[in-house]
T-cell receptor, first 112, second 114 residues
């Protein structure tokens, strides 16, 4: 089966840098995605890594190491509005389709 | 920016009743999904729909669930005989193509079963 592990909670202060790790177990692999969710609202796509290395999008970066089955989301220059839940996700391998299988999410709390 | 819209935002229903949750995906998208999120838990995949048929479904998506694309714009999830454990937030999502394309989620329908 597939499983994803990520920390349940992370706390940081404004202006800091925080890294949210995700380890996964899949029989095959089609890339790792990250989504942000504020207060149970719509999950919002942040980034996607199919190949090893770092992808940068503004203050957010995402890293993937396929050999380690590991990735992380890096948030820089933290702002209060970054307080949210962050989910890593992989594509469903069982049916080799496009559905996303999500981790349990990491709640990030940013304080002033 | 185009968005996925869902109605209603909140639905309260008696156990055993049927509910229909409605979604309007982004107009040029081809892949449609339903996910659910029980309060405080992770987002769980229910079903995906492509080319007017179900392409994948999870173990959660049993015979009480069905999906339909009745016209060119709407995408619905029907729960035939609701149970208490169906109480959750239901999210519709759409994607332009499969694979690594991002999925765009609606704001969800909070379903409360009494």
């Amino acid at each position: 089966g597939q499983s994803l592990e990520q920390p349940s909670e992370v706390t940081a202060v404004e202006g800091a840098i925080v890294q949210i790790n995700c380890t996964y177990q899949t029989s095959g692999f089609y890339g790792l995605s990250w989504y942000q969710q504020h207060d149970g609202g719509a999950p919002t796509f942040l980034s996607y890594n199919a190949l090893d290395g770092l992808e940068e999008t503004g203050r957010f970066s995402s890293f993937l190491s396929r050999s380690d089955s590991y990735g992380y989301l890096l948030l820089q220059e933290l702002q209060m509005k970054d307080s949210a839940s962050y989910f890593c996700a992989v594509r469903d391998q069982v049916q080799a389709g496009t559905a996303l299988i999500f981790g349990k999410g990491t709640t990030l709390s940013v304080s002033s | 920016e185009p968005e996925v819209t869902q109605t209603p935002s909140h639905q309260v229903t008696q156990m055993g009743q049927e509910v229909i949750l409605r979604c309007v995906p982004i107009s040029n998208h081809l892949y449609f999904y339903w996910y659910r999120q029980i309060l405080g838990q992770k987002v769980e995949f229910l079903v995906s729909f492509y080319n007017n048929e179900i392409s994948e479904k999870s173990e959660i998506f049993d015979d009480q669930f069905s999906v339909e694309r009745p016209d060119g714009s709407n995408f619905t999830l029907k729960i035939r005989s609701t149970k208490l454990e169906d109480s959750a937030m239901y999210f519709c999502a759409s994607g332009a193509r499969g694979g690594n394309q991002p999925q765009h989620f609606g704001d969800g329908t909070r379903l409360s079963i009494l």
